[in-house]
Nanobody, 118 residues
């Protein structure tokens, strides 16, 4: 099972930017970002295949960009124009077979907090 370690979270004011990174211990077909706010279900934010095919949830499209460095086994999420409703714990996920925004991934990171203040 792949090990995933997120970094880059923190606190920012609305309208600001953050970049999340996720280091994977080995190559996987698909990597994705999920988030979970207190009292809410885990939500798929964006996913990317090894071929670079991406999917985004509608609330972040145009503001967030997912990318990956295959050689470094690293996933990124560039978050711009952040809003208070983006506040959540963000999780990196990886799968050998599946690539979508439902949480059917076999490997998960420990999560990293992103807080956006108004």
């Amino acid at each position: 099972q792949v090990q995933l370690v997120e970094s880059g979270g923190g606190s920012v004011q609305a309208g600001g930017s953050l970049r999340l990174s996720c280091a994977a211990s080995l190559y996987t077909y698909c990597m994705a970002w999920f988030r979970q706010a207190p009292g809410k279900a885990r939500e798929g934010v964006a996913s990317i295949t090894s071929a670079g095919i991406t999917k985004y949830t509608s609330s972040v499209r145009g503001r967030f960009t997912i990318s990956r460095d295959i050689d470094k086994n690293t996933l990124y999420l560039q978050m711009n124009s952040l809003k208070p409703e983006d506040t959540a714990m963000y999780y990196c996920a990886a799968s050998r077979y599946y690539c979508d925004l439902d949480p059917k991934f076999g490997s998960w990171g420990q999560g990293i907090q992103v807080t956006v203040s108004s």
